[in-house]
């Protein structure tokens, strides 16, 4: 099962501040907006997405569609495949895609010590 890229989305009080705070340890800005609260940053192979008023939590982050540079790829497993899969082996969803559709979706789940993780395809 491909889950697609990964990144941690973390919750941010003042995403002008850390926005700086991570670029000084070498983030640099490979999309969002931070004027929309929202800024994703890359580091080597590492991928943080910044949100500031979005989130009530930190939380893993899979996109499926991308690489781990952010690139979409011609070949990958949709969204609501993973989701079918997923819920196959037992796993309970917090939020589902709607399964009638194609394109841009997502859901979340938690993972058994509450930690939220989002899935969130953009194609």
């Known amino acids: 099962m491909t889950l697609g890229a990964f990144s941690i989305s973390l919750t941010v009080k003042d ?15 490979i999309g969002g907006n931070i ?3 929202w800024l994703i940053l890359k580091n ?3 991928v943080i997405g910044l949100f500031q ?3 009530d939590q930190n939380m893993l982050t899979f996109n499926p569609g991308w690489n781990d540079a952010g690139e979409e790829l011609e070949e990958f ?5 993973l ?10 969803l917090a939020s ?15 993972d058994p010590d509450g930690n939220p993780i989002l899935f969130d395809q953009h194609r």
């Not at 995403?15 to 800005?29: N, P, Q, R």
């Not at 989701?83 to 309970?92: D, F, M, P, R």
């Open 96 to 110: 589902e895609a709607d399964e009638s559709t194609s394109g841009p979706t997502s859901f979340m789940l938690f």
């Open 15 to 29: 995403i002008h501040a850390s926005a700086m705070f991570y670029e000084a340890l070498g983030f640099v800005s």
């Open 53 to 55: 008023g979005v989130f």
């Open 83 to 92: 989701q079918k899969q997923l819920k196959n082996k037992g796993i309970t």
């Open 35 to 37: 004027d929309d609260n």
């Open 77 to 81: 497993t949709d969204i609501r495949d």
């Open 44 to 46: 080597g192979s590492t």
